[in-house]
């Protein structure tokens, strides 16, 4: 990965406090980023992308304005443009497989740009803190690290990360920036948040949860949302925690119980509902389809009916 200002390439580094101090155009980028007040990305243009998603497009699709995501803790929110195409991808990285992961975004972008279009890649990366166990530490060098394997020069742009996205506040460390849109016309990148986490929100919660696969959820060519088919086991013991307490929850199910959004307990209950409602997933499927949402006339995804 390398910077167009020096075009110095950024060796491998140990750890992002080094990246920092080596890199001090990195770090300037960083606070004015983080400095920005979010956005509200309204529903009506926004493609959101969910954690364990990816989704990429072109400044010539008119059914998205906006790639998006929230709710990133020790999550690393990563977007990877094409300056020559505009095509762009946006992806919600936790660290579950990322190795694999990254090639995947690669290929996406460059899948949807003409190799003859001059031009360079961009990448941004955001997300993490300074959190007790470093989780989000060791996302950071492990995502730097699988972009530095990959064949294709990518000039790394934005990278505001774990230390450098670090609040303290009563005491306790919290991200700075939860979430982030980037507009699929301008490539401009910006710190937002999202009223609306749509479509099929518990279905695509669900599929993380039961530890499914990072998963492409946008077709570009025909406008439309794809998920699935899943597959989940069913599992009735998980009903236990709908009747447990918020800090329970947050203990056992958030890798950053002190730093999550005021709504993640809910999120995670509202998903745990949707399994014991859905104790196979193939009813959600019919023929073993995929469920496919188009932006309607009004702006909103609404599910394509498969005959």
């Not at 660290?95 to 290929?107: A, D, H, I, M, Q």
């Not at 997300?127 to 730097?144: R, V």
């Not at 009223?195 to 695509?204: H, N």
């Not at 709504?263 to 209950?269: D, S, T, W």
């Amino acid at each position: 990965t390398s910077r167009r200002a020096t075009n110095r390439r950024v060796e491998r580094v140990t750890s992002t406090t080094d990246l920092f101090l080596r890199y001090s155009h990195l770090k300037e980028n960083a606070k004015e980023f983080r400095s920005r007040p979010a956005l509200t990305v309204e529903p009506k243009r926004l493609l959101y992308v969910q954690q364990r998603e990816f989704a990429a497009t072109t400044p010539a699709d008119s059914s998205v304005s906006v790639i998006g995501s929230g709710d990133a803790t020790t999550c690393h929110l990563v977007v990877l443009r094409h300056t020559g195409s505009g095509a762009t991808c946006l992806a919600h990285c936790d660290g579950s497989s990322t190795f694999t992961e990254v090639p995947l975004l690669v290929n996406a972008v460059t899948s949807l740009s003409n190799p003859a279009k001059e031009g360079r890649l961009e990448l941004h990366l955001v997300g993490g803190f300074d959190d007790d166990s470093k989780t989000s530490h060791t996302l950071s060098l492990t995502i730097l690290a699988a972009f530095q394997k990959q064949k294709d020069e990518i000039h790394l742009e934005t990278c505001c990360i774990t230390d450098m996205n670090d609040v303290v506040t009563d005491g306790i460390h919290r991200p700075i920036v939860y979430g982030i849109g980037v507009n699929v016309k301008t490539g401009e990148v910006f710190p937002a948040s999202f009223p609306q986490r749509g479509p099929a929100e518990d279905l695509r919660s669900a599929r993380t949860f039961t530890g499914g696969e990072m998963a492409e959820v946008y077709d570009s060519s025909k406008e439309q949302i794809k998920i699935g088919p899943c597959r989940w086991t069913p599992n009735r013991d998980i009903a236990f925690w709908l009747s447990e307490d918020d800090n329970t929850i947050l203990q056992f199910l958030s890798t950053s119980p002190y730093a999550e959004p005021p709504h993640f307990v809910q999120h995670i209950k509202s998903t745990i509902q949707f399994l014991l409602d859905h104790p196979s997933a193939d009813s959600l499927f019919p023929g073993g389809q995929p469920q496919l949402f188009q932006r309607s006339e009004q702006g909103e995804w609404e599910r394509v009916s498969q005959q």
